[in-house]
């Protein structure tokens, strides 16, 4: 990793403090319930749809991990954020705790903009239909029937194009049998929670199948508020989803499927940060920790290692501190999807996915994470989504090949801004009204063929053009009358910003796939991939140039190669594993410096490489195990405070990563089953800014979850405790540097949890 010059903060070692607890903790579970043997779990053949077609995974040629529901329930997977905990090179990049934005991050591609008019670089797509806003990804896990997270650029199959990668949640689909499920949860997590699950699915007359399911969710903050009279955070008053599914074949070779989802997600009191007093570095002008060892002189003029108001920050901790409990996230969204499949006959088929979205959210937080108020920052997001793809697709002995087009519409108004109170002296309101429109439209295709009997090949293209066009009005000074939902406008108009961006470029893929035999497959593939441009928000108020408000599209080429290695140990075991290099040419940076947002574009380099292993034992064991590793991951001249151009380490982009789970069953007298279970999931350091500002490195850290259940026979009913982050770790999400008002803050990952449900299947 690059260093940070006159960094007062040191990078520690990579380091696995938890390991000990990990071996004892699985020991015990052995030695307490003996052996016996039980089905393989983490072998089962997960069938996925990323070439568009159904495969199993182990036959694709492409970096894809996937999980089944029944895995996902087994892992406790309840949030969409919860599935990088096993997927080797993902994470989550959100500034705030909770989930009031999640952007995903693949093998260290993002853009950590916070601001909701923002496209992220890795693709967000639920049941086929494409989610633009990174305030609409943080959803709750329902229903679903698989979960598919494909790496590297992608837009020869899919609808929206990404740099990154892509992420893609399918539901349960209507079936014509009878089904049905009940979950119930209750759980402790500093208070008490609860949270129902269920669903019913069956034919409702000949050729028409349908499907209703939904969950509802409450509990208590878990964030204690130490503050008198103030309340705690991140507390669920009543969220709630539904989704309604109807299947109808019209004819032999005609399905129409109609999917009706709404959600309705009130959480109280979100927004909660620790804070540390800061400084800037006086030479490179970043923003450091203050202690009182490292500032004898006082800086911010009132104690050693303190900020303007006496703080030293010393009983903020994660979880447990004192801060105003202005905090607050609601959001709703409904969302309609039509699905029509026609085969038109000679193996071609036609598939149309018209979607509509309607998505709000209002928020605002503590953004100085103590109880003087003197950051507020408030925003928001009222978004319509209209999508259309189209596909006609064909297949024979060998040869497979599609074809399609895209078109989306996105209109939103996205409100941002900073506020703070005359009583602490900061009497100012700042605030930023964004009407941004995208259209985009696509071309594309892709062509797999066999050149023989082991080998083949696939090639795909795609053109795309997009057009944005953003309309800024910026206020600034002491509070007004008229309001924008949470932000009140003040009467100085300060800025004015009109602009259009008209982008077009080609991706595409050239890849080849080698079968040694039927249980192990080599690939490799040359991938472009390309984002269109955008805009920042202006947050402090002061005009600023077209330069620092737009940023240009990026454009990322892929070098990757890999093999998946099937029927390990005689069929009870896979390996699977690649490795790349990224050439990144004009990657958005984001950047935020005190009250200031940039992106700039600047080139970029990533290599590294993935491991997967599973094996399932006769005796009852499974074993699953994942590592990622990035060699490099470094953004070349970037410009910081002090003025140096130097190069960084791409944010939110940690050397490695290691994750596994460890699974006993034993099948008892009574013919059901009981299972024990361990997972772990190792992230080290990493730094949440571009400009690797010491007072934003975030520290490595292991969160550790446990799960025991007993499953009936006829799988009627199950029964399970669990516990997630047992050991309770200090887990830190993100840091911002806010030297400016002589703090920095930082967001942490939940606290343990502990909790008790049942399900009934019918």
């Known amino acids: ?28 579970m052995a030695i307490a319930t003996g052996s016996a043997s039980t089905a393989a779990q983490v072998l089962e053949e997960v069938t996925v749809t990323a070439k568009k077609r159904e495969q199993n995974i182990q036959d694709v040629g492409i970096s894809i991990t996937a999980f089944s529901g029944d895995q996902l329930r087994s892992l406790g997977f309840t ?20 989930s009031v934005t999640k952007i995903p991050v693949i093998r260290g591609v993002s853009q950590n903009d916070f601001g909701t008019q923002q496209e992220p670089p890795v693709a967000v797509y639920v049941d086929n239909t494409y989610i633009s806003s990174i305030a609409a990804t943080g959803f709750t896990l329902f229903d679903v029937e698989r979960v598919e997270v494909l790496k590297g650029p992608q837009g020869t199959l899919f609808g929206r194009n990404a740099t990154g990668g892509l992420l893609h949640y399918l539901s349960a689909e209507p079936t014509e049998e009878f089904e049905a499920y009940f979950t119930q949860q209750i759980r402790d997590q500093n208070g008490t929670g609860f949270r129902s699950e269920g669903a019913i699915s069956g034919a409702l007359a000949d050729g028409v199948r349908g499907r209703l399911s939904g969950f509802y969710e409450q509990s208590d903050g878990y964030w204690i508020n130490n503050a008198p009279d103030f309340q705690d955070s991140f507390e669920i008053d009543g969220s709630f989803a539904v989704r309604g599914q109807l299947d109808v074949d019209l004819s032999e070779d005609l399905t129409l499927g109609l999917s009706v989802g709404h959600g309705d997600f009130s959480l109280s009191n979100q927004g909660t940060y620790t804070y540390t007093a800061g400084a800037n570095d006086p030479v490179t002008g970043l923003g450091y920790v203050l202690t009182p060892e490292n500032d004898p002189d006082a800086v911010n003029g009132a104690c050693p290692g303190c900020d303007f108001f006496g703080q030293d920050g010393s009983e903020s901790r994660p979880n447990d501190s004192s801060f105003n409990d202005v905090g607050f996230l609601e959001r709703d969204f409904t969302t309609v999807t039509v699905d029509v499949n026609w085969l038109l006959g000679d193996g071609i088929s036609l598939t149309s996915i018209t979607n509509y979205q309607d998505f709000s959210f209002n928020y605002n937080e503590d953004c100085d994470g103590s109880v003087i108020d003197y950051c507020q920052f408030p925003f928001g997001q009222d978004l319509e989504q209209f999508s259309q793809e189209l596909r006609v697709s064909g297949e024979t002995e060998t040869v497979f090949w599609q074809a399609g087009l895209f078109y989306l519409d ?12 005359a009583e602490e002296g900061f009497d100012f309101t700042v605030a930023d009204v964004m009407d941004q429109d995208t259209k985009s439209y696509a071309l594309f295709g892709s062509l797999e063929f066999s050149l023989s009997d082991n080998l083949s090949a696939t ?16 206020y600034y000074g002491g509070g007004g009358p008229a309001i924008v939902d949470l932000i009140a406008i003040p009467p100085n ?50 005009p600023i140039g077209s330069e620092d408000r737009r940023f240009d599209p990026e454009v990322l080429t892929s070098f990757e190669a890999g093999f998946k290695q099937s029927n390990l140990f005689g069929g009870r075991a896979r390996l699977n594993g690649s490795v790349f290099y990224y050439d990144y040419s004009d990657y958005q940076a ?5 009250l200031a947002a940039f992106i700039r574009n600047r080139d970029a380099t990533v290599s590294g490489g993935e491991l997967e292993f599973a094996a399932s034992f006769n005796n009852g064991w499974d074993l699953l195990l994942g590592a990622a590793f990035l060699f490099d991951a470094t953004v070349e001249n970037v410009v910081i405070p002090g003025g140096q151009t130097v190069d960084r380490d791409m944010p939110k982009a940690p050397d490695f990563t290691f994750n596994g789970l460890l699974r006993k069953g034993w099948q008892l007298n009574s013919g059901g089953e009981f299972s024990a279970q361990v997972s772990f999931d190792y992230t080290d350091e990493s730094f949440s800014s571009v400009s690797n500002a010491p007072a934003t490195l975030l520290s490595s850290y292991t969160i550790v979850d446990a799960r025991l259940a007993y499953a009936a026979r006829d799988d009627s009913w199950e029964l399970a405790l669990f516990g997630k982050n047992i050991f309770d770790e200090d887990a830190q999400n993100f840091a911002f540097e806010l030297a400016s008002f002589g703090i920095h803050i930082q967001s942490w990952r939940p606290p343990r949890m502990l909790g008790a449900e049942v399900t009934f299947n019918f």
Request: contains cysteine; proline residues 3%.
């Open 410 to 421: 996105i209109t939103q108004t996205a409100f941002s801004g900073f506020q703070s109170s």
């Open 493 to 542: 108009l300060v800025d004015q910003f009109s602009d259009t961006q008209e982008d077009s470029d080609w991706s595409g893929r050239l890849g080849l796939d080698y079968s040694l035999n039927d249980d192990s497959l080599w690939f490799a593939s040359i991938s472009r991939g390309n984002k269109a441009g955008g805009y920042v928000a202006n947050l402090n108020g002061f």
């Open 79 to 98: 949030d969409a954020f919860d599935i990088a905990a096993q997927t080797p090179g993902l994470n989550f990049d959100g500034g705030a705790s909770g």
């Open 1 to 28: 990793m690059s260093t940070v010059p006159n960094a007062s903060t040191a990078c520690p070692k990579f380091s696995f403090s938890t390991t000990p607890r990990l071996i004892r903790i699985v020991a015990a």
């Open 459 to 474: 090639v795909g293209l795609r053109w795309t053009e997009d057009e944005k066009s953003v309309d800024s009005d910026v």
């Open 590 to 594: 984001f950047d935020f410096q005190g």
